[in-house]
């Protein structure tokens, strides 16, 4: 991995009536080098919508150094020359995806378990997204959320690979994820649901960077 990972990485809502773009354009006015963009396409999404909105947020963030990250939909992270991807459980395997993205982009994978963590890592992934860590409403049919032991759990079996805790994460909880080992944590709802989205950002961005 060529690039040192941010330690916020603001995943991009896509539930009805939500707008990706605006919400990364108000992350930007705050942007420090610890931001990450994980765009996520809605299932229901058309693959030509996707990289509609993911060509629009690469083009918004290249200009600030800020990376791009597609989740599940790698064709469209490499159309679009997003940083990379990140697959989920039920997305390509991580040796497909790396073979498919190619050695030197950015490739995430979620876990929640060590022997998972440690297989993912084998197959090719730069940093794990480690959750759920705390009960969240943004998906639906999460499994049971681990807490910070789980993530310390994955942490200690993956010594020296990013962990990005994910699941109800708010700024609050950003000192015992990190003290449980997380390099940073994913948000979604702290920002999108959030009366002010840069002010929110600004805040989980300070609470990573101290």
Known sequence: MGMALGRLHLITDGRPGRDPVALVRAALRVATPDLVIQFRPADDWTDRLAYELANQIVALCRPAGVPVLVNDRLHVALA?????????????????????????????????????????IGDGADYLGVG???????????????????LRAVARQCAGTPIIAIGGITAARVPELRAAGAHGVAVIGAVSDAADPSRAVAELLAAVAS
């Open 80 to 120: 679009t020359g997003a940083a990379g991807g990140h697959v989920g459980a039920d997305d390509l395997p991580v040796s497909a995806a790396r073979r498919l993205l190619g050695p030197a982009a950015v490739l995430g994978a979620t876990s929640r378990l060590p022997a998972t963590a440690l297989r993912a």
């Open 132 to 150: 759920p860590c705390y009960a969240t409403s943004t998906k639906d049919g999460l499994p049971v959320s681990i807490g910070p032991e789980g």
